[in-house]
């Protein structure tokens, strides 16, 4: 339930950018988001990962940035949430990274 929930939650993210920042889209993305992330890690794991003192600075812009989409202003609350988003998971981009750099190992994928 909780990755359909993330994966549904990219997309309609996604397809509010598309269609011009539309703000329904974007609110109703990023809480199909959230909600995923909490089936999928559980409740207490993900308000301790938001949560922890060296992160309240991005969890602030991330959550700021979604009041400001709710509040219909969605290209500024967007890029709030991108800060926040990128200041939250910052030490999550070298594996990330790397596993997609392993991705070339494979043996039908490094053909391609």
């Known amino acids: ?3 359909g929930l993330v994966g549904f939650g990219l997309f309609f993210l996604l397809f509010g ?18 909600s995923g992330l909490v089936f999928i890690i559980g409740f207490r794991r993900t308000f301790t990962f938001f ?11 991330f959550f700021g940035g ?13 890029l709030l949430e991108a800060y926040g988003f990128i200041s939250l998971f ?3 981009f070298p594996v990330a990274f790397g596993f997609l750099g392993s991705l070339a190992n494979i043996p039908l994928l490094s053909q391609v």
């Open 1 to 3: 339930i909780g990755v």
């Open 90 to 92: 910052r030490s999550f």
């Open 51 to 61: 949560f922890q003192r060296p992160k309240l600075k991005g969890t602030g812009f």
């Open 17 to 34: 950018i598309l269609l011009y920042f539309d703000s329904v889209l974007l609110a109703f993305g990023n809480l199909l988001f959230l």
């Open 66 to 78: 979604l009041v400001v989409v709710l509040l219909r202003w969605p290209i500024l609350g967007m």
